[in-house]
Every structure is written in C-alpha cells, then in structure tokens.
C-alpha cells in the first residue's frame, strides 16, 4: 500500500516507528502537499465571490496550478522512500567476490544519486507552489489570508526539509560532477524559496 492512502493516524504510526523510511524526505513533502492544498483551498473560496471578480481569471490560474502540484507533491511522498529503498537494497548485494564488491559500489552511487535527485525533484515542485502561492497574496480571500501563511510556512519547511536530504545523499557521492551540479542547482532553489516564503509571510502578517 502506497503511503498516502494510508490514515493519518496510521502514516503518523509508521513515520514515529523505528523504520527507516519514510523519513525526513517523505515528511518534507507531506508539508508541502498541506501547503499547495491550503493554497488551492484559498482559491476555491474566492472563486465566484463578487468581492474579487476582477480577480476570477487569476483565481482560475491559481487553482489549476494548485491542482498539478498537489498531485505531484503526493507522488513525492512514496516516490521518496521508494529512492530510499533502492539504496536499502544494495545492502542485500553480495560481496564475496571483488566483482561482487564492485558491482556493490556502482549499485551504491547509482542509488545514492537517485535518493539525491528525489529531494532535489521535490525542491523544484516547491518553488513553483510558493510562486503560486504569492500570487494570491492580496488578491484572495482576506478572510483565509492566514491560511495562505501558513501555506508558506509549510512549503517553506518542506523546501529545507527536502534540501537536508539532498545534502545527506550528496555527502556520499563519489561523482564531483554530479555534486557540484545539485549543490549549486538546490543552493539556488533553497534560496529562492525562502526569499518567497518570507515575502508572503510579512505580507500576511500586514493583513492579520
């Protein structure tokens, strides 16, 4: 059964047990997903309202792009801990042999970059849903304004979240291509993120 059709409680249960996954990278992107879905909430409860007529259109961009990313975030729960089960499984190789040892290492740094690219993939979902997040900034419903904080908020935790597994991943890449390319690409995502994040947040602040 795939993570998120599992119950809250019962998600909640396998996250605090003393299995290795899902882990912080699932958890990361369960944040993000509750902050899309805010976002998108947001949108259906200005949509149709008088109020914000002059807005419709981009209510209507808004949503549609809540929509995408939401899903998307939801397959980056399971997709993560699957990337992290890759890497579970090469302990399972055998090593008797040098070919085996050798066939064992490739197997690792394949894997290892695999469960890098996952965190890294979710960054970039992440960044596009605060974008889409700020659009609404003042332009939605005043009444759930505080929602779409927290929607920041949450993206916001799940950007840095997703980055601390890149970072672990990245620590056991042999390939210096390979590494110099994500930590220049996720440095760059991580900070435009936040930037974001932090935008939206004091401008909510202003409205509260």
């Known amino acids: 059964m795939k993570l998120v059709d599992l119950k809250v409680h019962e998600f909640m249960t396998v996250l ?5 996954a899902p882990g912080g990278g699932s958890a990361a992107a369960l944040s993000a997903t509750m902050g899309i879905s805010l976002v998108k909430m ?16 981009l209510t209507d961009e808004i949503m549609s792009e809540a929509i995408r990313l939401q899903d998307e ?18 302990f399972s190789m055998p090593k008797e042999t040098d ?10 740094q394949t894997a290892l970059q ?9 960054m970039v979902l992440m960044v596009a849903a605060l ?29 840095q979240g ?6 672990i991943n ?18 760059a995502l991580l900070e435009e993120g936040c930037q974001i994040a932090d935008r939206v947040y004091v401008e909510i602040l202003k409205q509260v």
């Open 16 to 20: 605090g047990s003393d299995e290795p």
């Open 114 to 122: 695999g469960a890098a690219k996952s965190p890294f993939n979710m």
């Open 42 to 57: 947001v949108s259906e409860l200005t949509k149709g309202k008088k109020k914000y007529a002059e807005f419709e259109t």
């Open 73 to 90: 975030l939801l397959e980056s729960i399971d997709k993560d801990t699957e990337a992290f089960n890759e890497v579970s499984a090469v």
């Open 131 to 159: 974008k889409v997040t700020e659009k609404g900034v003042g332009k939605s419903n005043a009444n759930a304004a505080s929602d779409l904080g927290v929607a920041a908020l949450n993206l916001k935790a799940g950007l």
């Open 170 to 187: 990245l620590s056991s890449i042999k390939d210096e291509a390979f590494v110099k390319t994500y930590r220049e690409k996720g440095e």
């Open 99 to 108: 070919a085996d040892k050798a066939a064992r290492r490739e197997a690792m």
């Open 162 to 167: 997703a980055w601390l597994n890149v970072l």
